[in-house]
């Protein structure tokens, strides 16, 4: 008994001393790239919004022909640096929808690509980034269908992708314990 006692005592002292990891590992990269995203997204809204009327303001400007393909890159290279991290799986494979600003169906023929309901795999960084470019795509596609970005839209598309950054931080900050 005093044996068993001791051993448990051994075991309990060496596992408080263990690590366990919670999410995936931090990557800096990830992190001050979504962050300058988040940035130059809600920065690029807000000009939108004051310009909506004029040709500075329209999707087919050429502030907007710029913009819309570099972020889409940057998201695109944020995901596939975060499935690099791990591979486990994410126990969830898709993140609770935010409201849309247009539903799946009328941003896939905007834009002229699917936005399906089939779930993210891979870890959950990635699922979370999945998140902030379903954001993104809907901003996009709602700049598309209007021509551009009047006071409401822009509210909605700031607040979507503030708050996808602001989870995907969260995952992306989650640290060793």
Known sequence: MIRAALILVVALALSACSVFQ???????????????????????????RIN???????????TAKAFYPKATARLANMMLRASLLSSRQCPISRTAPL?????????????GAPITEDEVGGN????????VQAAFVRVEARHKSQGQIR?????????????????ALGGIRSKDY
């Open 22 to 48: 919670i999410g995936e590992r931090y990557d800096k990269s990830i992190d001050d790239d979504l962050n300058t995203f988040q940035t130059e997204t809600v920065s690029f809204i807000t000009t939108m």
């Open 52 to 62: 909506a009327g004029l040709s500075a303001g329209a999707y087919t400007s050429d």
């Open 99 to 111: 409201p849309p600003i247009v539903s799946d169906a009328e941003a896939a023929a905007i834009i």
């Open 124 to 131: 959950c960084v990635v699922v979370m980034l999945d998140a």
């Open 151 to 167: 006071e409401t839209a822009a509210k909605l598309g700031t607040i979507a992708i503030n708050n996808s950054v602001l989870i």
